[in-house]
């Protein structure tokens, strides 16, 4: 292990996540037993109660399989420590990998890769995948709850079954940041010096496993599935480009 990778993952650092992870479980617990307690005196059956508990548990630890994935590629960069604490938190698994491959672009580096990193790097990729997240966390406090009784009012359009302002900008977003994505690994791919046509090809291997797997949860009702999704997305693109590396 190289010195950069010694520094990113000392014995103060794993000391420091397991102190900020270890208050928010304590949370998670108190919530939990306050919440038991709710549905008690309320008249929920225990049976109902410990029912609940167990399947939320369970469909928790299903789609937590890709956030997984998430720590393991961006430990092997910016070490175990941070990965383990930015995906754990307030962290999201697609925004953290494009964030900190963004940052580590802007200051020079061809990419998330070790062999270029160091502690200065380290510091800024992480100010700015910690400094971007904390904008959803101020518009929460200061917008969410004006925006949900927006919502919670149904519209017209909504309440006639068609989808109002807020459905399509989400989807209007989605597809306009997935188009970014795309538009970027094409200019990647077309043939010149330094051009690498694997981002794409992952993307593209990516996107028809997902559309395999939304064929049976759209149209075959196998909503199960969508817990595995994105997972097994990042699974097969991942095994498909170490296979053409190796090939190559």
Same mark, same amino acid.
């Given at each position: 292990?190289?010195?950069?990778?010694?520094?990113?993952?000392?014995?103060?650092?794993?000391?420091?996540?397991? /102190?900020?992870?270890?208050?928010?479980?304590?949370?998670?617990?108190?919530?939990?037993?306050?919440?038991?307690?709710?549905?008690?005196?309320?008249?929920?059956?225990?049976?109902?109660?410990?029912?609940?508990?167990?399947?939320?548990?369970?469909?928790?630890?299903?789609?937590?399989?890709?956030?997984?994935?998430?720590?393991?590629? /961006?430990?092997?960069?910016?070490?175990?420590?941070?990965?383990?604490?930015?995906?754990?938190?307030?962290?999201?698994?697609?925004?953290?990998?494009?964030?900190?491959?963004?940052?580590?672009?802007?200051?020079?580096?061809?990419?998330?890769?070790?062999?270029?990193?160091?502690?200065?790097?380290?510091?800024?990729?992480?100010?700015?995948?910690?400094?971007?997240?904390?904008?959803?966390?101020?518009?929460?406090?200061?917008?969410?709850?004006?925006?949900?009784?927006?919502?919670?009012?149904?519209?017209?359009?909504?309440?006639?079954?068609?989808?109002?302002?807020?459905?399509?900008?989400?989807?209007?977003?989605?597809?306009?940041?997935?188009?970014?994505?795309?538009?970027?690994?094409?200019?990647?791919?077309?043939?010149?010096?330094?051009?690498?046509?694997?981002?794409?090809?992952?993307?593209?291997?990516?996107?028809?496993?997902?559309?395999?797997?939304?064929?049976?949860?759209?149209?075959?009702?196998?909503?199960?599935?969508?817990?595995?999704?994105?997972?097994?997305?990042?699974?097969?693109?991942?095994?498909?480009?170490?296979?053409?590396?190796?090939?190559?």
């Amino acid at each position: 292990m190289n010195e950069y990778l010694s520094s990113v993952n000392a014995g103060i650092f794993y000391l420091i996540v397991a /102190l900020i992870l270890g208050f928010i479980m304590i949370m998670c617990f108190v919530f939990l037993v306050k919440s038991y307690r709710a549905g008690l005196k309320i008249g929920i059956d225990k049976k109902v109660l410990k029912k609940t508990i167990t399947a939320s548990a369970t469909f928790t630890l299903l789609p937590s399989i890709s956030i997984l994935l998430g720590v393991i590629a /961006l430990s092997g960069t910016l070490g175990v420590p941070f990965s383990w604490l930015r995906l754990s938190v307030v962290g999201a698994l697609q925004y953290e990998l494009n964030v900190a491959e963004i940052a580590a672009q802007s200051i020079g580096l061809s990419g998330l890769r070790v062999d270029e990193m160091s502690i200065g790097a380290f510091v800024t990729i992480a100010l700015v995948m910690t400094v971007g997240i904390i904008g959803g966390i101020v518009c929460c406090i200061l917008f969410l709850r004006k925006y949900l009784g927006k919502i919670q009012k149904a519209p017209k359009k909504e309440a006639s079954g068609k989808p109002g302002f807020g459905a399509h900008a989400t989807t209007a977003m989605f597809v306009g940041l997935c188009a970014a994505y795309i538009g970027a690994y094409i200019g990647k791919a077309i043939p010149r010096e330094g051009s690498d046509i694997m981002p794409l090809f992952v993307a593209v291997i990516a996107a028809l496993v997902m559309s395999v797997f939304e064929y049976f949860i759209q149209k075959k009702g196998k909503a199960a599935l969508e817990n595995f999704s994105l997972a097994a997305s990042m699974l097969v693109a991942m095994a498909a480009a170490v296979a053409v590396q190796m090939v190559i």
